[in-house]
């Protein structure tokens, strides 16, 4: 992956849209970016992570730093466009952050969303590139990516992969093959977090190694796999114990038949036999089943293995078969006399239920009878009652306007107290026209205060303009001193400056090497495609033998994949001939086919010898499903290997391994001949940033003189301008700063005597009002009294005409008669009580009269009347005589006939339910057996695969070691080495970096870094380093884990690295030796640096330049090339 071209605007401290060309920038595979601290260096690396994930560089930072304050609501929409190579396809993404912006109509804001859309673009793209960089040093050339931007605009150009931001993040994530979190720890080596896998607990290291190298999945496995362990051993041990104790309830169940089956035969009868079965517990066992006959042990456990699984099988169907035989016997005892029994009971109980109802109707008559006699002699208290309650009612009305006028007469008095209480209010206030007058002269006098505070504001005014001018007066002395030492200093410097050497002729020289060197990294380049053609000619060889090996597994997997199919079918065959031969077998001559319809069976189907049962033929449907997948597996397999042949022979150009490796040795020797051009740049280089730190340093002394002095000017002139504010206008004479505090105080008193007359005027307006209130408040009750005489007068009329129709001579007689609401109400529900009683007694003794006449009809009564004429030998009259005797003999009769019923009906509940239960248990044992040693064959694999990868004591490798550990530990060795080789180039080599001395130990104990130093021998922690050491080491240990997630990212190379940290904790040796490890990777891919070192700009030619006016004011960009 290769950058080419980024646009943007609108984007943190940048207000403007800005272009960069990398491919400009990477002429010589090395880059700077410089500027001042915070001017936005950073803000181009949250560019690129935000255009391909959505995301800023730093971790930790938030996405509300993208949208630049400059732009604030405006409508105007942040962007960020980028365009970037991945194994030679162009794409190009573009990305909007979410903003808020101002409503097109009205007031207020709207939310915009983020967006994001992904196209990619036509080969013809790299022509356009590399007519730029043809172009490049020309003075057209100005660094823009514009021209790369107006290609991928065009018609026809591109086309586009996503247009949501969502569907853009999966889009750019299967392209690069990294999570955001590992770009940015392999291209992106961020401020502030550059030190921080070094520095990091062993314990934080472990997971961001997990996380970085995936090593989760891993762990997934490894939980995965003790999980399975778990299950199926609970699985087994579960069903183990459930056969064992589905083994235990089907021996019970067998007992409790044979003890059943032998007690009836001896009692003659099933009943009997259930009657006495808890008599003698010894006796019902004639039988006793040996544990051995049940696949049983000594112990009571399943006889395994001492017993085969189909052994335990065949002696449990043997067992199962013989007391279900029983079983079948004693149910068929037990029907036949329940049904004997059944019919006995009916007739018992049909006369026990016409004599009873006969008993209860005879009852019933009686108490009919004497209800309705108690009800006739209740009658005259219920007409006084109701003659009460009508006088009750003429009454009412009478006294309720009797209560009328009295609170007609407390309302007349009530109105008069308040009238007399507002006369008295009246009388204590002084008359409105006096009032009125004072108000006025109040108001006349606080009509004086605006001029009184216009005089307090002058004087504040003139107090204000006397400090100015004594400060003004100290800041243009203390501003002349700092410009006449400031200007003395800038002409020494420029004097010193004069006697250095011409630093153009030495830029002259530098660029000529760094010229020359480019057709070194030239080579460096052809070594490096060399070196990939003899890797790709290597891995196409080993590719080749191992064809021959998948060729013969296709082929294997392709004869299984025959058989399969082919036993699969006959059996199909096979199962639905036996199927046709179960519907043969229940055909009976003479009656109709259920298939055909025909009532001749001339040759019915015969099950075939070893039919499968469905069981079995799912089984080999399983396996000729695995077959297929395996033979279309091994088939995909030879595909992918020939596909992989094919790629690795283009990429080696069809050189042989011999011809790849002889071309590597010349590029080689050639590079080497041009390795000394780096000393003579260095020592020309180092001579001019001397220079130029000089030149900048005269220049900077000499703007600081010119500022000074204008700034002392300036101060002058404040001082004279405060001086000319400061005099009287009439006699020109300066102000002092008695005369500022006396004119304070006059205007102060002035101010005060006002408001004290807008207190009284308002007062004096509160007392007009309340006079005039209560005269309005008089006029209203005088008028309410007036109304509510008239209104006496009426209601007393009323109430007089009410008495008199009511019968009533006074009005204490009235409210005698008149009963409350509650009472009246209770009187009234008594008396519908008692009518509704009546009516019920009536119906009620004529309804028992009728059931009484039905019941002497029915056969039980009449042939009870019948035997006791005969017996006595005249008619009986009354049958309530003959009920005593016959009821009881009834119920003796129904309770035998019951109990004999019930007995059968238990017996043949027991016979049922036991061969319920032995079906049951059968079933579950049959099940329990299969699905227990089926569960056995798979634990076994499973079981060894979990031990292994959680590292237990009974593992098959037997070292303790997790897969989780191993993955993990095994990744950073590779980190540590590819560091090491880093650090060799780094101060001679002095620093190495080793795992801890923990290893061996559990997951838990993380992964610790030991710093071994080559010039003690000894091993320190990383917490004990210098700034530079820090520095360099930690720079060694971050391009190590970029090179190696890098390696493993699905074969797409990161060909930019950005590496965004402070190198002014190095000293210029250091800085030597990091920036020519920094130039030897650059022969594999782009490297920007971002820094504000002056040491840096001399050394690298191409760089990107961002500056800005002030801390408050928008950054720009330059693209130097």
């Not at 032998?262 to 808890?278: I, P």
């Not at 009284?760 to 008028?783: F, N, P, V, Y």
């Not at 006595?872 to 009920?883: N, P, S």
């Not at 540590?976 to 559990?1002: M, P, Q, S």
Request: hydrophobic share 40%.
């Amino acid at each position: 992956m290769r950058l080419i071209g980024m646009r943007f605007m609108g984007i943190g401290p940048y207000e403007g849209e800005f272009s960069i060309d990398f491919v400009a920038l990477n002429r010589s595979h090395m880059f700077l970016i410089e500027g001042e601290t915070g001017s936005g260096k950073s803000t181009i690396l949250d560019c690129i992570s935000f255009a391909l994930y959505g995301g800023v560089s730093v971790d930790d930072a938030s996405k509300d730093r993208l949208r630049s304050r400059f732009l604030d609501t405006q409508q105007t929409p942040s962007f960020v466009d980028l365009i970037f190579t991945v194994n030679g396809r162009y794409y190009r993404v573009r990305r909007e952050p979410a903003y808020t912006r101002r409503k097109k109509r009205g007031e207020g804001t709207i939310a915009e969303n983020a967006t994001g859309k992904l196209w990619e673009i036509d080969g013809g793209l790299a022509d356009v590139i590399a007519a730029s960089k043809d172009s490049i040093g020309d003075a057209a050339s100005d660094g823009s990516a514009a021209v790369y931007f107006d290609y991928a605009e065009a018609d026809g150009h591109a086309k586009p992969l996503a247009s949501q931001a969502r569907d853009t993040n999966i889009e750019v994530g299967r392209l690069l093959h990294l999570t955001r979190d590992q770009f940015s720890k392999t291209v992106m080596l961020a401020q502030g977090q550059f030190s921080s896998f070094l520095k990091c607990r062993p314990e934080e290291r472990t997971q961001l190694i997990k996380s970085l190298f995936s090593a989760g999945v891993y762990e997934r496995i490894q939980k995965t796999l003790d999980t399975m362990r778990k299950q199926h051993a609970d699985i087994v041990d579960g069903q183990r114990r459930e056969l064992r104790a589905a083994i235990h309830e089907m021996r019970d169940v067998a007992e409790r038949v044979d003890a059943l089956a032998g007690d009836g035969e001896a009692s003659g009868g099933v009943g009997g036999a259930v009657a006495d079965a808890g008599d003698d517990v010894a006796g019902i066992a004639n039988v006793e089943a040996d544990a051995a006959t049940w696949g049983l042990g000594d112990d009571g456990d399943v006889a395994e293995p001492a017993l085969e699984p189909q052994d335990i099988v065949a002696r449990l169907d043997e067992r199962m078969n013989e007391t279900a035989a029983r079983a079948r016997n004693v149910l068929r005892r037990c029907r036949r006399d329940v049904a004997e029994s059944d019919e006995r009971l009916r007739l018992a109980q049909r006369d026990l239920t016409v004599l009873t109802q006969t008993g209860q109707a005879v009852d019933a008559e009686r108490q009919a009878a004497a209800r309705q006699d108690e009800l006739a002699g209740r009658r005259p208290a219920m007409d006084e009652r109701r003659a009460a309650l009508e006088r009750s009612r003429k009454a009412e009305p009478a006294v309720r306007a009797a209560d009328d006028c009295a609170g007609l007469e407390a309302d007349i008095a009530r109105q008069k107290r308040a009238l007399a209480d507002v006369r008295d209010d009246l009388a204590g206030l002084e008359p409105a026209d006096v009032m009125v007058k004072a108000r006025e002269q109040a108001l006349l006098q606080a009509a004086g205060r605006p001029m009184a505070e216009a005089a307090l504001q002058s004087a504040l005014a003139l107090r204000e303009q006397l400090n100015k001018l004594a400060d003004a007066r100290r800041r243009a002395e203390k501003a002349q001193g700092k410009a006449i030492r400031l200007r003395d200093e800038a002409d020494a410097a420029e004097a010193a400056l004069a006697r250095l050497d011409d630093p153009e002729g030495m830029e002259e020289r530098i660029r000529e090497l760094v010229r020359r060197e480019a057709l070194r990294m030239q080579l460096d380049d052809r070594l490096r495609g060399a070196g990939e053609r003899l890797d790709h000619a290597r891995r196409r060889d080993a590719e080749r033998r191992r064809l021959e090996g998948l060729r013969a597994a296709a082929q294997k997997a392709e004869t299984e994949r025959v058989e399969a199919r082919e036993a699969h079918e006959q059996a199909q065959r096979a199962f639905l001939a036996a199927s046709a031969a179960a519907l043969a077998d229940r055909l009976v001559a003479g009656r109709p086919c259920p298939v055909c319809g025909g009532t001749e069976h001339p040759a019915p189907a015969v099950r075939p010898k070893d039919a499968p049962d469905e069981d079995r033929l799912a089984e080999l449907a399983d396996r000729l499903n695995t077959a297929v997948q395996q033979a279309a597996d091994a088939a995909n397999a030879v595909r992918l290997c020939e596909q992989r042949i094919d790629a690795e022979d283009d990429q080696a150009e069809q050189l042989s391994e011999a011809d790849a490796e002889a071309a590597m040795r010349k590029l080689q020797e050639e590079r080497d001949a041009a390795a000394q051009l780096t000393v003579q740049r260095k020592r020309l280089e180092e001579q001019l940033a001397e220079i130029r730190a000089k030149v900048e340093d005269a220049k900077q002394r000499r703007q600081q003189a010119e500022v000074a002095a204008v700034a002392s000017d300036s101060a002058q002139e404040l001082a004279e301008s405060a001086e000319s504010a400061c005099l009287d206008t009439e006699t020109g004479k300066p102000y002092t700063d008695e005369t500022a505090r006396q004119r304070e105080a006059q205007a102060r008193q002035d101010i005060a005597a006002c408001e004290a007359q807008a207190a009284k005027a308002e007062e004096l307006a509160h007392r007009i009002a309340r006079r005039a209130e209560l005269e309005q408040r008089a006029d209203r009750t005088e008028s309410a009294l007036a109304a509510l005489g008239e209104q006496l007068s009426k209601t007393r009329s009323q109430r007089d005409d009410l008495l008199a129709s009511g019968g009533f001579a006074t009005e204490a007689e009235a409210r005698a008669a008149m009963l409350d609401r509650p009472a009246a109400a209770q009187l009234q529900a008594m008396l519908d009580h008692y009518a509704a009683d009546v009516e019920v007694a009536a119906a009620e003794l004529a309804r028992v009269r009728r059931e009484l006449d039905e019941l002497r009809r029915t056969p039980t009564c009449r042939a009870l009347i019948t035997d006791a004429d005969a017996e006595t030998g005249a008619e009986t009259k009354d049958i309530a005589e003959l009920l005593p005797a016959a009821l009881a003999a009834a119920q003796a009769q129904a309770t035998d006939a019951e109990r004999a019923h019930e007995s059968a009906i238990r017996a043949e509940e027991q016979a049922g339910n036991l061969d319920a239960e032995r079906d049951r248990r059968a079933k579950t044992l049959t099940r329990a057996v299969r699905v227990w040693s089926e569960s056995c064959a798979r634990f076994a694999p499973i079981r060894d695969m979990a031990s292994l990868a959680s590292g237990r004591s009974d593992s098959p490798a037997g070292d303790g070691l997790s897969l989780v550990t191993y993955a993990v530990t095994e990744r950073f060795r590779d980190v540590l080495d590819r560091a090491n080789d880093i650090l060799k180039d780094i101060r001679g080599g002095v620093y190495e970096l080793r795992l801890g001395t923990h290893e061996g130990r559990a997951v838990k104990t993380g992964l610790p870094i030991e710093v071994f130093d080559r010039r003690s021998d000894l091993d320190t922690e990383a917490s004990t380093l210098s700034g530079g050491e820090t520095f360099f080491v930690s720079l060694a240990l971050s391009l190590a884990l970029a090179d190696i997630i890098q390696a493993e990212n699905g074969g797409i190379s990161m060909d930019t690295l950005f590496i965004d940290e402070g190198f002014g904790s190095l000293s210029e040796d250091y800085l030597d030796d990091v920036l020519a490890v920094l130039r030897s990777m650059s022969r594999h891919r782009d490297i920007g640096v971002i820094s504000h070192v002056g040491l840096l700009k001399d050394q690298i030619s191409e760089r990107i330049s961002v500056t800005r006016i002030t801390e408050d004011s928008s950054s720009r960009l330059a693209v130097i090339v």
